[in-house]
């Protein structure tokens, strides 16, 4: 009875019971084997790519089985909280192509059955488990402070003990309600703790989807569920809102691991059945010989936005990530070039245990492997999207040159292999840069010549090819004038006789080409020069020839 009376004399304003919440959020009437996942992030501001590896993880998940993939939001952490996150959250995963069936739908609107779904519109629900709790003795207000607290750890640490509030050192557990009461009269202030069933020298068995079997020894900590500005913890909160959104996967960071033991503890305080847990592993980076956490501070790659400033497709985004959730993924897409991803399925135990690492290097192969693939017109589009936004100058000047442009990107793009020569949409200028007088300026570009060529041989070739040269011919026709320019200049073409008396030569027919190469684009390596002349035209190419004779 006095346990009531304390419950009752700190939730003055709760007059609801669990049953009425279990009874106004039933069981999902799904199919057999569907899985109910959620994102739960913190609304802080900060778009970690971890963000998009969890959300990505959850929503195939969900999506495979046709189960459901929700938003929460995790605001118990007032402090933390910045304006606009949530719609900044929801926008940013839907431009990965992750949508969510339910949930939060904007900073102050959710759809589904099961909400509120942002923890702070949800206070209610928390004090009406908290005060059931107290009432039945399972739960008991602490007036420790800090640094009662703080006392207490060093004692604990000093002693080689366990530290925490727990057993012996749980000093408010064993107050009186009738104490707790005066106490709380007297205006002391307080937290709610849990008072922990368990024993440490019990063990729980428990199978995580990721790390398979596990066992670990019962919690005895007496852990804070509410705290002194009446929100729950994180435990807390994730109990009671997995269990009554009917989440069957909860699907987290490694990070949660430790506190699995709490939280197993927690769903049977409570009464509810324990969800099923994947614990994925963190995305870490190789920095110098050793792996750290991909840190917000120091890798501008743990940002979202630096996918979107560098200009990489959400897509390739995506694949790499996939790369990293099951590593068969790669084979899977060499297998089926064209499917969708969708179509690959994501299996929880075939993640790595340990940690994910994150490989710039590889997101640029996958997603040179997502651009090589796509049609000259999608590259065209996506292309002038990212510059927009990101590079004024080359938007008006591949806006004002579309067809020619279109050219440029279907260059060897229909064969068998097609080029990859974008990473992301910040490599294109480098790699267009010549078709367009305003960007081709030797002031600004280091030309690069052939090996063994310098400029007054290259300019030798250049005067002498510029007579002969002809636009209006086919590719083999091209190539034999190119011949006969290089025969009289005194380059091979054969390259049998070139190896056996190279003292003979000034070099190959290949030189003379990579001298054409040079006046033209100022680059080495470039695709065809063919038809990188023919989308140039005549008198772009004769310009080109007179300005590099002018060197
Ligand atoms: N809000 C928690 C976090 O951001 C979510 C962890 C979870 O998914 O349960 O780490």
Redesign the pocket.
């Known amino acids: 009875m006095n346990y009531e009376i304390l419950a009752n004399t700190i939730f003055p304003n709760i007059d609801k019971e669990p049953e009425y919440y279990i009874s106004k959020y039933p069981k999902r009437n799904l199919k057999e084997g569907a899985k109910v996942t959620r994102y739960?992030?913190?609304p802080t501001g900060f778009q970690h790519i971890g963000g998009v590896f969890s959300a990505l993880i959850d929503e195939r998940i969900a999506t495979q089985s046709e189960g459901v993939f929700y938003l929460r939001i995790?605001d118990t952490d007032q402090k933390r909280e910045v304006a606009g996150a949530i719609e900044d959250t929801i926008n940013t995963m839907h431009k990965f192509g992750l949508d969510f069936t339910e949930g939060m739908t904007g900073d102050n609107t959710y759809k589904g059955e099961y909400g509120p779904y942002r923890q702070s519109e949800r206070e209610e629900i928390y004090k009406t488990f908290a005060r059931d709790l107290i009432k039945k003795g399972l739960a008991y207000p602490c007036f420790c402070t800090s640094e009662d607290l703080e006392q207490l750890r060093e004692k604990q640490i000093s002693e080689k003990l366990t530290p925490g509030y727990y057993g012996e050192y749980a000093i408010c557990r064993n107050l009186s309600p009738e104490e707790a009461l005066k106490r709380i009269g007297e205006g002391e202030k307080y937290i709610i703790r849990l008072k922990s069933p368990g024993n440490p020298e019990n063990r729980v068995e428990f199978h995580d989807l990721v790390k398979g079997d596990i066992s670990f020894p019962e919690s005895n900590q007496d852990i804070v569920i509410i705290k002194s500005d009446g929100l729950p913890t994180?435990h807390f909160a994730?109990a009671i809102d997995d269990a009554l959104m009917g989440t069957t996967t909860?699907i987290?960071?490694e990070e949660?691991l430790s506190s699995l033991p709490i939280h197993i503890q927690l769903f049977d305080v409570l009464g509810f059945d324990r969800p099923e847990y994947a614990h994925t592993p963190t995305i870490m980076k190789l920095d110098g010989d050793s792996k750290r956490k991909l840190s917000k501070r120091k890798d501008p790659e743990s940002a979202v936005s630096y996918y979107d400033e560098e200009g990489y497709p959400m897509i390739s985004v995506i694949e790499y990530l996939l790369n990293i959730i099951n590593s068969t993924f790669e084979q899977w897409r060499e297998e089926n070039p064209s499917s969708d991803y969708h179509e690959f399925r994501v299996y929880l135990d075939k993640m790595s245990k340990s940690g994910a690492l994150f490989d710039i290097v590889k997101l640029s192969d996958v997603s040179k492997n997502v651009i090589c693939k796509l049609k000259a017109d999608v590259v065209y589009d996506y292309y002038i999207n990212w510059a927009k936004n990101y590079d004024k100058e080359m938007y008006d000047i591949v806006t004002n040159n579309e067809l020619m442009c279109k050219e440029i990107f279907n260059i060897d793009k229909e064969g068998p292999k097609p080029r990859k020569d974008f990473a992301k949409w910040n490599d294109v200028k480098e790699k267009i840069f010549f078709f367009f007088d305003e960007l081709f300026n030797s002031t600004s570009e280091e030309i690069e010549f052939p090996k063994n060529i310098d400029l007054a041989e290259a300019k030798r070739v250049i005067e002498a090819y510029a007579k002969a040269y002809n636009f209006n011919t086919d590719k083999d026709t091209w190539f034999e004038e190119l011949k006969v320019v290089a025969v009289e200049l005194g380059y091979a073409t054969d390259r049998k006789a070139f190896k056996k008396n190279p003292e003979n030569y000034k070099g190959m027919v290949s030189d003379v080409a990579g001298c054409v190469r040079t006046a033209l684009t100022y680059r080495n390596n470039t695709p065809d020069l063919y038809t990188i002349m023919q989308i140039m035209g005549e008198e772009r190419v004769r310009n080109r020839f007179a300005k590099f004779l002018k060197l």
């Open positions: 739960a992030p913190s995790e994180y994730h909860v987290r960071g949660w």
